[in-house]
């Protein structure tokens, strides 16, 4: 329990190398995952296995979907804390509250000022950046290494605990949870048959072109120039006009 408080702590994350990017990068991919799933979801086309699942069966029960997302994660998280601690940190904690609510603020701006009824071109292009949203938020939420989501940890501790190969721990838990998802007359679609096909390769590449790269990149250095001009009668100024006297 004490290395999961220490995870959580956010003066020793931003102690740690590059750790102030780091958590800002999987602040920012936080939000894009929601955006990214209320995108797929607006398409009608179906969304992730997870969230079809939890969208399902909120649904049923008459809750919203934030609220059910973040108390399924919960439920998860104490699984993983006994099976799987090294994978907790606080972008997990992040994780599990912030998207479901997110994904619900833009779906609310979505059913308040655009059109229900989409045609099918819309609804595919929808889909697809969808697809590259939640692919980008997912790459750059994994490169952060802050924590790794509850139901994506699920899939690790599988792994660990059956010598099962990841990929195929996640494939079982996905078609698990897109069972209870159509199951429940959740939105299953040709969306959720192309998350779970094309998410891992379209992740690889947005890991290798565009997280690692913006990790490894080093700020810019701000120069600024100082003159002073007093002895013409003037005072101190700054090159980019910051600050004068």
């Known amino acids: 329990m004490a290395e999961i408080i220490k995870s959580m702590n956010l003066v020793s994350v931003f102690k740690q190398e590059k750790g102030a990017k780091r958590f800002f990068m999987m602040i920012f991919s936080i939000l894009l995952m929601g955006f990214g799933i209320s995108l797929f979801s607006y398409s009608d086309m179906g969304v992730d296995p997870f969230t079809s699942m939890n969208m399902a069966i ?16 919960c439920v998860i998280l ?40 989409k045609n099918f071109a819309v609804r595919l292009v929808l889909m697809l950046l969808g697809v590259i949203f939640l692919s980008l938020a997912a790459s750059m939420y994994f490169t952060s290494d802050l924590g790794v989501a509850p139901y994506d940890a699920t899939g690790f501790v599988l792994d660990d605990r059956t010598k099962i190969k990841y990929k195929w721990c996640r494939v079982i838990t996905d078609l698990i949870c897109t069972a209870v998802g159509f199951a429940f007359g959740g939105p299953v679609g040709i969306g959720t048959v192309v998350t779970a096909f094309m998410m891992g390769p379209v992740v690889t590449f947005f890991n290798k072109h565009v ?35």
């Not at 790269?213 to 003037?234: N, T």
């Open 78 to 117: 104490i699984a993983i804390a006994f099976l799987g601690r090294r994978l907790i940190g606080v972008g997990t904690v992040v994780n599990m509250v912030g998207v479901g609510y997110i994904c619900e603020f833009f779906t609310s701006l979505y059913n308040m000022y655009l059109p229900a009824e």
């Open 58 to 73: 909120s649904g049923k029960i008459g809750i919203s979907f934030g609220f059910y997302q973040m108390c399924i994660n």
């Open 211 to 245: 997280s690692e790269k913006l990790l490894a990149a080093k700020l810019p250095r701000l120069v600024v120039h100082v003159y002073d001009l007093r002895r013409f009668g003037g005072g101190v100024i700054s090159s980019n006009g910051k600050f004068a006297a």
